[in-house]
Structures are given as structure tokens and as C-alpha cells.
């Protein structure tokens, strides 16, 4: 089952389709939990018929996945501050803050629970943001398979186990779990070096 969101234009009445049914989607899940909401519940809430939404999503699991990440639309500009270790705190961080909100947080996990043997949009969209933040920095040693095991995949575990584990501090704590590990162990190196005006 594939939770890739398809590729529409988003002009005109599709744009307020795509409105209607997300809005829908996201009362529909404050009220009921989205493990309670269906299809036709959705259309009906949003005033279009179920095929329009068949036919843009394809099937429940990849509508709930695009309703929980919209806002992080991996188009959506990232933090430049000249630091790997902060641009990366502060992308995890706007992740964090964006499921602490219960509704996304019910969404991804709707979404989830169905995903079957392929990455989510969150997922794919999250190491697509990595590889756009390690490639400011060609000289670390940072993977993307380790930003997503290390950062990504504890904060998407809390989020879909335990949301209320997540706090203000979780991405600065997960980003500096990343550069004690023996990935971004040399990368914290260099960095206090360059604070303390040492040269490598």
C-alpha cells in the first residue's frame, strides 16, 4: 500500500478541495480520534463527494499522512546559521513542535498504523531535508541514515508512543546524542576547536 502523496495541481477547485478535506479531516480527528474517521465521514464534512478524495489520495492512510505533515512541507525553507549541530536543532525542533500538537500527533499515527512496508511521506520528506542540511556541510561525517536513526526516528517513536514525552528540550537532546555518537564525534571536535580559535 503506498502512502506517496500524489502529484496534483493544486489551482482553482482542487486548491479548495484540498482545503475543505483537510480542515474536514483535521476536526474530524480532534473529535473522534482517527482511528474513528472514514472516507465518506470526510467528504461529507467537507462538502465533496468520496470519489474526489479516492481519487486525489488513493485510500485513508495517505490522506492522514498528508494532513499530518503539510506544514512541513519539504519545499518550506531551513534554517542556515553556518553550524551543522544548529541547523539541525533547529529543524528537529520545528518537528517537535509541530507534533506536540495532539491533532498532527493523531494523524501521523493514524497514518502510520497503515503504512504498510513503505516509508511515509513524513519519513521520506525528513531524510530529503537531511541530505539538504549535510550537503551545507561536505566535510562532516554525518549521515543522513544517521540523522534519521539518531534524531528523526526517536522523535517519530515519541510521537507515535509516547507524545507526552515530548518537551522543548527533546531536539536539543537527540541532536546531542547524534554528536556524541561516533558519527558527529569529530565534528564536535572541530566545532569547539573553531570556538576555542584552535585550528584542526
Known sequence: MSTTTPSKRTGGRSAAVIHSVRTAVEELVKEKGSERV?????????GVNPTSIYRRWGDLP???NDIATYHLDPDRPL???GDLRDDLSDWASGIVTHFRKPVNAALLR?????AGERASDCLRNRRTEAAQLL????????????VMD????PIINRVIFQP???????????????FRAGAGSADEETRRGAASGDTP
Open 38 to 46: 472514514t472516507v465518506p465521514m470526510i467528504a461529507e464534512r467537507a
Open 135 to 146: 550537503a551545507r556541510h561536505p566535510e562532516t561525517a554525518v549521515t543522513e541514515d544517521d
Open 62 to 64: 495517505t490522506l492522514l
Open 110 to 114: 493514524g497514518g502510520a498504523g497503515a
Open 79 to 81: 534554517a542556515e546559521r
Open 164 to 178: 507526552w514525552t515530548l518537551g522543548d528540550s527533546t531536539a536539543d537532546d537527540m541532536v546531542a546524542r547524534l
Open 150 to 153: 539518531v534524531v528523526i526516528a
